[in-house]
């Protein structure tokens, strides 16, 4: 089974600040891997798929790249609504799916 | 507009079973892959099982084979899980959640429904 380690597993940043996470795979997956973004109490949302395409409807600073096993999303300039937990998942190994372990992103 | 309602949630006793609901509208519901994915309490998302847009192809996660069954009423636009043989954790909240047409990921969730196994 196709492992994904998400890091970092919390994250502290001040509005205005770029903010960085990332996703290592166990093994190659190109770039067969999502981005999702889950607010308290609420569903998970997809922003990214396919590692760096933008889901309609999500602002451009939400950014995904990466290939092969190691994977960053980005938030250009973090704004107070983004608060929330983010979460990668691959499909590489199908039919199954699997997700990171998630990082908390806080306000500073 | 797409909605997804996740219905059957509650309390059960370990060893007992329950099935679970998702009422689809606003999509083409036979053309797409059907997931339910779990999130137990203060934990992460788990992806649970996926059924493939006809209903014939099924796969599960290792943590609920041969205990948890998908299926899906195309005509009804309703997914549905069956679980039997619960356990404290298998509790957690859980998602329906579409996957477009040849596609692999997670473009609409239903609001989730959490249940319980408890004594």
């Known amino acids: 089974d196709i492992q994904v380690t998400q890091s970092p597993s919390s994250l502290s940043a001040s509005v205005g600040d770029r903010v960085t996470i990332t996703c290592q795979a166990s093994?190659?997956?190109?770039?067969?891997l999502n981005w999702y973004q889950q607010k308290p109490g609420k569903a998970p949302k997809l922003l990214i798929y396919?590692?760096?395409n933008l889901e309609t409807g999500v602002p451009s600073r939400f950014s995904g790249s990466g290939s092969g096993t190691s994977f960053t999303f980005t938030i250009s300039s973090l704004q107070p609504e983004d608060i929330a937990t983010y979460y990668c998942q691959q499909y590489d190994d199908l039919p199954s799916l699997t997700f990171g372990g998630g990082t908390t992103l806080e306000i500073k | 507009q797409v909605q997804l309602m996740e219905s059957g949630g509650g309390v059960v006793q370990p060893g007992k079973s329950l099935r679970l609901s998702c009422a689809a509208s606003?999509?083409?519901?036979?053309?797409?892959?059907m997931h339910w994915v779990r999130q137990a309490p203060g934990k992460g998302l788990e992806w649970v099982a996926v059924i493939g847009p006809d209903g014939s192809q099924k796969h599960y996660s290792a943590s609920v084979r041969g205990r948890f069954t998908i299926s899906r009423d195309n005509f009804m636009t309703t997914l549905y899980l069956q679980m039997n043989s619960l356990r404290a954790e298998d509790t957690a909240v859980y998602y329906c959640?579409?996957?477009?047409?040849?596609?692999?990921?997670?473009?609409?969730w239903g609001q989730g429904i959490l249940f319980t196994v408890s004594s």
């Open positions: 396919d590692a760096s």
């Open positions: 959640a579409t996957s477009p047409p040849y596609k692999q990921w997670l473009d609409y």
């Open positions: 093994q190659d997956i190109s770039n067969s």
């Open positions: 606003g999509i083409t519901f036979s053309t797409y892959g």
